[in-house]
């Protein structure tokens, strides 16, 4: 794969990301081995920390990104990539809370696979009125990972319960939910 | 009007733990010090292992502890100090844990203060989060507890090693090598052990200190836990429980005494070795690392382990399998002359077998003629029973007219069974609720249980020796359910399918087509005869023929028991679905008409009312008019058919088996010209012309090109004798209707026997190079490798007979393996899925609480109550509509049809508002039509809902379980595309429900873009790009040069072009850190610029990736419904996801753990029910879809794809008992004693075991009272 179609697949990933997850893109810039998006999230202003290569990426990579969430201030960050992590580099993420985006994260729209059904996060009032309904405590609904791809598609945190817009053989359309477990 | 005895107490939990050696002496009756049992009188020695203290095993001696005799004394222990501690064998490895993770001078967890409050947060977050602390972060704290040096008093920390079995070592600093740990060593350190870090551990302090673990007192288990037998001899001889315990006694004594005179301690050392060992095996007697205690007569001691483990052990023999009382069994003959729903029984039976039966005003008078009849006269009574509760038995009673005198209303009477009375039935293997069903009694004379031939189906019973059993249920709630819920007419229609699984089989089939085809006419005589054996009691129809005589058709007789507004329509079995249907036209009379209880058109067959079919006449009938009607109905038709095949007459006979001379030569003209064909290939192959299949090699394309051949041969002269024979034929009939055997049948016992196969192939074992010594080595001739020219008529050759045999044994073989796989495949699904059951908000639930399903089968519909899967059937109930309303009022606007419609929207599913929508637009039915349909839709899938408490768990494990025993083993079958294997059938199954990290053939399906599923070019270029290549599959060859200690690449340009892979990415890729390439020639070196071992860079070189996504072995490229689509053999989707000219939205693999892991768990879900379907379907079986729904929502409901089974599902159930039923039985009471978990018998099993009713079904109904309220009454 040349170098060109490995980054423009990352890039991609990166607009998938945005737009499943709802955020505003504002502007892209170059920076040395990687490319940088700004966009808008709920918790302010984030960075999407984009390394193309096909090879590991490592804690430089990480402290270089450490150092630009410093100077900038940023509250939130993310890393998608196009190689793998290192074990290093995973913990140190896990240290400062960067989100890493792990290598599997497809390239298109996840949800749109045939295989796939919608997933949505729940909100506070849906959420009460679903335990209410069910009487239920959150952790005896079924269970979703906070690593699945559906969940880093659309950014739940753990704790959250997601619906499920299934397509059923036997009743059309139905919902199922799942709560939202880290590994 | 039954005693009913009320349980006084109910277990609500058992909580597990060990006992403290200050307890069990308190418990303790006995110290038990004589190594011996019984005195030469027989005489139970006093504080031996006998001692009359432990309870008595006499029935007439009173226990000397508690007072009672031996059927009320429930035991007492006792107990012996030992002399030494003992390690208790099942506890080493809690114990070596414990040691490996605790100071060895001050006890305290040997992690930092800030790590410990570190991890108590996070295990008090996780407990918030998940409700639970999985055992992993366990497991993970104590591993992670190492260090050198105690953080909290500095002593060095040494390594504790484990010896197997009981041994512990403590290896001195700086190699200055180990030395044991004593058992009272071990115990001291156990005792230093805090109770707040043993919770870090997962242990559970309060429930079980871990010095415990390290024995001081040995509990001696009760008299009838280890009974003695007299044997006929008058030789007592002991249990080997009671064996273990006196070697136990006498070392200990032993021991005991050395130490107090102060012996050496090389023998105090030896003898305390020698206790552990007793001990040891006492508990254990099959722990690695020791021999096995043995018998005298060298059979190895079953000790307490032993006792509760595996298939004979306590827990599945007696804990979850109880005996019962009032059973029956015996073999079992057909009956065509009773219902249904009755069971012969034999008097012998019936005159053993009682009922008890409350004595009222209004049976006292029958009841009394019982009791004066006795037990022997039938109908008699075997027992009275006095309202003070003594039992009188008939028998032993002399004058039994004064007891009958005796007898007012409070007594009850055992009476004997009598007709009409409710019984059980079953048949094992009992594979799904079918297999037990509620009979009414039939006493008749002779030894047999009798039953009606339709009911062989569920039961899967034939009458070659098959035996059954009888239950009668005795208490008047019991009754109740079986008559409520068990009767057979109430389990006509499976819940698998949805459809009748009871219905006419066999001859009743035949009569059926004889009795309905057009050729039937019968004079008044006959008719007479047939509808008097059916009971039908209206008046006769006017006959069809009126001169000479009158005639009356089979239709028209036939048309007698069906509803008279019964319309309905299908194609019945003998339909040749000829290219254009004919319809009520058809020349096979196939079409069936029924119009107003009219049979029109068509002849009866199996479609119409065979078991097992879906659809059929019986089915409808069930759905429309009830399970009574249609009980009656079969009753009915079986009679009447029954008695028109004895009127007409039915054999199939040998000559009926011979074809004519033309025919026979066209057989044989077939034959060899297969033949020829076969003889060709065998020449193409010789010279090497044959073209080679994909991803096989020459031989094995050859293989397959003469099976086909093979396979076409026998087909084809199948078919000749088939068009030959005519439905006069008797075998013809039968297989054409579907009364039994098949056309291949027809054509092996007529035209030829066809190719055996072993193994999925011909022939090809036995001597070298042939099969048997009559042929030349490597004679690939048809003959040669087991192809049957001859028929079973004609007789075969001896060489045919014995290739004929080897297959037969394969068959045989293969049942018997399919028959324990599907078993054990069953027993996994019905312990993961027992638990589960409806609750009245509608979800299912396990028996904590945790929400499986939000709504049972996501319509909430109980498959056993829809119509073949359907919630409501509508095209069918619009029809019916159209006809109510026929004639009144114009269409109403579809405006009419959406408002309606809306209205119901949230009450119905969002599939049956579209077909309701579609079906009421096409029908233009008036608003009265509608506004009836959508009455009637709404109110049939109100009925159809599941009821709570309904055990759908135990329903979708049966329904998968029960078709597996069907199911054919190891079809490596050709899926669409002929080349490529994919393990099918059972394999397949177990495979899914197993969650196997890896299939055994994992497939991907790519679907391609726009752009490349146009043309079979395009999509080659695809598949080039995703098949694996390495270095090795280019490389003509590639070593190491010794002499310049290089590596030698010799790229072969041909394989290269065939991937299409350029030098330069060939070289590209070979670029690695610390080595130089060169070319020179053709030839790529690899020179090393360091030191490195080059043998190894050699194989790592070979394996270099190029081009590709790894595991991929072969792509295919087919076409496949106007598109092209590339078939994979291995799967690795993330590469292939992001692959150039793919669709990745289509794309998928049979790799359920790889969907899970790139698409995320809810595509795993729906893979596994994709899959699971697709082998079901494929070996034509029909399991309703929410069956594999449950299954797959229950292995991902964690989030993760879980197996069903020990390490899946089962393994992580919440009670204790039902994991020690199932499997690992010791382990998982160790663990649950050691962490002093509590069960809280909510499942199944763990009733079963403790033998209380199980919260299911009828089971799950409770009554509260509210006593606050009634406590107001009174004061008020």
């Known amino acids: ?183 | 009007m039954v005693y009913e005895a009320i349980p006084h107490k109910i277990v609500q939990q058992l909580r597990f733990g060990l006992f403290s050696p200050q307890e069990l002496r308190r418990l303790s009756a006995v110290a038990v010090q004589t190594a011996d049992t019984y005195d030469e009188d027989g005489a139970p020695i006093s504080s031996g292992l006998m001692d009359g203290r432990l309870g008595t095993l006499e029935p007439r001696q009173r226990c000397r502890t508690c007072g009672n005799t031996a059927i009320r004394c429930p035991g007492h222990f006792g107990h012996i100090e030992l002399a030494v501690p003992i390690i208790h064998i099942i506890f080493t490895k809690i114990i070596h844990d414990l040691l490996r993770a605790t100071c060895r001078n001050c006890g305290r967890i040997t992690l930092p203060e800030e790590k410990v409050v570190e991890i108590r947060e996070r295990i008090q977050r996780i407990r918030k989060l998940l409700g639970e602390v999985p055992d992993k972060i366990y497991k993970k704290i104590l591993k992670d507890a190492r260090t050198k040096e105690c953080p909290y008093c500095g002593a060095p920390q040494h390594k504790t090693v484990f010896e197997k079995p009981t041994r512990f070592l403590e290896e001195a600093p700086e190699g200055g090598g180990a030395h044991q740990l004593t058992p009272s060593m071990v115990r001291e350190r156990l005792e230093r052990v805090s109770l707040e870090d043993l919770e870090l551990f997962g242990y559970s302090a309060k429930a079980a200190r871990p010095e415990w673990m390290v024995l001081q007192v040995l509990p001696v288990p009760p008299v009838y836990v280890r009974p003695s037998i007299t044997l006929n001899s008058g030789i007592r001889s002991e249990d080997d429980l009671t064996h273990k315990l006196v070697d136990i006694i006498r070392i200990n004594q032993r021991l005991k005494e050395n130490m107090e005179a102060g012996a050496p301690t090389l023998i105090i050392q030896d003898l305390s070795e020698l206790l552990q060992y007793h001990v040891t095996t006492y508990f254990n007697n099959e722990a690695s690392g020791i021999p096995p205690a043995r018998h005298r007569s060298g059979r190895a001691l079953k000790t307490l382990s032993q006792r509760l483990k595996g298939k004979e052990g306590r827990f599945r023999s007696n804990l979850s399998g109880k005996r019962v009382d009032f059973s029956a069994r015996t073999v079992i003959s057909p009956d065509p002359n009773l219902d249904i729903s009755e069971v012969g029984v034999p008097l012998a039976i019936a005159s053993k077998l009682t009922i008890p039966v409350k004595v009222t005003d209004w049976n006292i008078e029958k009841l009394q003629a019982r009791v004066r009849n006795g037990p022997d006269q039938y109908p008699g009574a075997l027992y009275v029973l006095r309202p003070d509760g003594k039992r009188i038995r008939l028998e032993f009673v002399i004058d039994r007219e004064k007891i009958a005198e005796a007898i007012e209303p409070g007594f009850i009477v055992e009476r004997h069974l009598e007709n009409g009375d409710i019984a059980i039935f079953n048949r094992q293997p009992s594979l799904h609720r079918m297999s037990i069903m509620a009979h009414f009694v039939k006493v008749l004379p002779y030894k047999t249980f009798r039953l009606h031939l339709c009911v062989c189906p569920p039961y899967n019973a034939d009458f070659d020796g098959d035996e059954m059993n009888l239950h009668i249920p005795q208490s008047e709630e019991a009754r109740t359910e079986a008559l409520l819920l068990m009767q057979v007419q109430d389990q006509i229609l499976s819940p698998r399918f949805g459809g009748p699984i009871i219905g006419a089989i066999r001859d009743f089939i035949t009569s059926a087509y004889l009795l309905t085809r057009k050729s039937t006419l019968l004079p008044k005589r006959d008719v007479c005869r047939l509808l008097t054996s059916a009971s039908y009691s209206g008046t006769l129809p006017k006959p069809q023929v009126i001169k000479p005589e009158p005639l009356w058709s089979g239709k028209q007789i036939f048309s007698l028991f069906l509803p008279t507004d019964f319309s309905y329509s299908l194609k019945a079995t003998i339909c040749q679905s000829c290219t254009k249907c004919q319809k009520e036209e058809c020349p096979h009379d196939a079409y069936v008409v029924i119009k107003d209880g009219i049979l029109r058109t068509g002849v009866i067959d199996r479609r119409a009312i065979g078991a097992e079919q879906s659809e059929s006449i019986l089915h409808r009938i069930i759905k429309d008019y009830g399970a009574q009607r249609g009980r009656e109905f079969l009753n009915k038709i079986c009679q009447l058919l029954k008695l028109f095949i004895s009127m007409q007459g039915f054999t199939y006979s040998f000559d009926e088996l011979e074809l004519s001379p033309k025919a026979q030569r066209s057989i044989q003209k077939t034959l060899a010209k297969h033949e020829n064909n076969v003889q060709e290939l065998i020449v193409a192959y010789r010279k090497g012309t044959l073209q080679r299949l994909p991803g096989q090699s020459l031989q094995e394309s050859f293989e397959i090109y003469v099976m086909n051949e093979l396979a076409k041969a026998r087909d084809v002269a199948g078919q000749i004798a088939d068009r030959y024979f005519s439905l006069e034929n008797s075998g013809v009939l039968m297989t054409r209707t579907g009364a039994r055997g098949s056309s291949l049948n027809i054509g092996q016992m007529t035209a030829s026997v066809g190719q055996q196969s072993v193994r999925g192939k011909r022939i090809m074992r036995g001597y070298v190079q042939r099969a048997l010594p009559h042929f030349e080595p490597d004679d690939p001739l048809p003959k040669a490798r087991g192809f049957v020219y001859a028929s079973y008529q004609s007789g075969l050759d001896p060489l045919e007979y014995f290739f004929h045999a080897m297959g037969g044994r394969e068959g045989l073989v293969d049942t018997a393996v399919r028959t324990q796989q599907s078993g054990y495949m069953q027993r996994r699904l019905i312990n993961a899925l027992e638990h589960l059951r409806i609750e009245y908000d509608g979800t299912v639930r396990n028996s904590v609480g945790e929400i499986v399903q939000f709504r049972y089968g996501e319509d909430g519909v109980d498959p056993a109550k829809s119509d073949h899967g359907k919630a409501v059937n509508i095209r069918r109930l619009v029809d019916q509509v159209t006809i109510m309303v026929e004639g009144k009022g114009r269409p109403a606007a579809e405006a009419y049809i959406m408002k309606k419609l809306e209205n119901v929207r949230r009450q119905l599913t969002p599939l049956l508002i579209q077909e309701l929508r579609r079906e009421l637009t096409r029908a233009k039915l008036s608003r009265k039509g509608i506004d009836l349909t959508v009455e009637l839709t709404l109110k049939h899938y109100r009925q159809a809902l599941v009821e709570p408490g309904e055990a759908v768990g135990i329903v979708a494990a049966q329904s998968i379980g029960e078709p597996g025993t069907q199911m054919t083993l190891r079809t490596f079958h050709y899926a669409g595309v002929k080349e490529q294997n994919v393990t099918l059938g059972l394999p397949r199954l177990i495979e899914i429900v197993d969650a196997r990290r890896i299939p055994s053939t994992p497939i991907m399906s790519i679907y391609l873009d726009r752009k490349h599923r146009r043309t079979q070019e395009k999509a080659k270029e695809v598949a080039q790009n995703i098949l694996h290549t390495t270095t090795a599959d280019i490389a003509e060859a590639a070593y190491i040069d010794p002499e310049s200690e290089r590596i030698i690449i010799i790229p072969d340009k041909r394989l290269m072009k065939n991937r299409e892979i350029s030098m330069e990415t060939l070289k590209e890729k070979l670029q690695l850190t610390d080595c130089e390439l060169k070319t020179s020639g053709k030839r790529l070196l690899i020179e090393l610029l360091k030191e490195k071992n080059i043998k190894k860079l050699l194989v790592k070189i070979l394996k270099i990736s190029i081009k590709g996504a790894s595991g991929v072995s072969r792509v295919l490229v087919t076409a496949e419904a106007g598109q092209w689509v590339i078939r994979t053999d291995g799967s690795n989707l993330p590469p292939i996801l992001e692959t150039k000219g793919i669709d990745p939205t289509k794309t998928i693999s049979n790799h359920v753990h790889e969907i899970a892991k790139t698409l995320g768990i809810e595509a795993a879900r729906n893979l596994l029910v994709k899959e699971a379907i697709g082998v079901l379907e494929e070996q034509g079986l029909d399991v309703d879809i929410r069956h594999i729904m449950l299954v797959s929502d229950i292995m991902t409901l964690t989030g993760e794809v879980q197996q069903i089974g020990r390490h899946g599902i089962s393994g992580k159930k919440s009670s204790v008992l039902a994991r020690a039923a199932f499997e690992i039985t010791v382990p998982n009471i160790v663990a649950a004693a050691v962490k002093g978990e509590t069960d809280p018998l909510r499942g199944v099993t763990e009733n079963v075991i403790v033998g209380q009713s199980i919260p299911i079904g009828t089971g799950l109904v409770n009554l509260y009272m509210d006593t606050l309220a009634q406590q107001e009454e009174k004061d008020g």
């Not at chain 1, 990539?81 to 996840?110: M, S």
């Open chain 1, 1 to 183: 794969m040349s170098k060109e179609e490995q980054t423009s697949i990352v890039e991609k990933k990166v607009q998938i990301l945005i737009k499943l997850r709802g955020y505003k893109r504002q502007k892209r810039v170059e920076l040395k081995n990687a490319i940088g998006f700004y966009v808008k999230t709920s918790e302010g202003k984030t960075l999407i920390f984009c390394v193309p290569t096909e090879g590991t990426v490592g804690v430089a990579y990480i402290n270089q990104l450490l150092k630009i969430i410093e100077e900038e201030e940023l509250k939130k960050t993310m890393v998608v990539i196009g190689g793998r992590y290192t074990q290093a580099a995973k913990k140190k993420a896990k240290a400062n809370k960067i989100e890493l985006i792990p290598q599997i994260f497809p390239a298109f729209n996840l949800f749109d696979h045939k295989l796939v059904p919608k997933h949505e996060i729940l909100a506070t009032e849906e959420r009460e009125a679903l335990l209410e309904k069910y009487r239920a405590k959150p952790y005896q609904f079924p269970r979703i990972k906070l690593s699945d791809p559906a969940i880093v598609a659309i950014g739940a945190k753990a704790g959250d319960i997601v619906k499920v817009i299934r397509n059923s053989p036997t009743a059309g359309e139905c919902f199922a939910y799942r709560y939202v477990v880290p590994d």
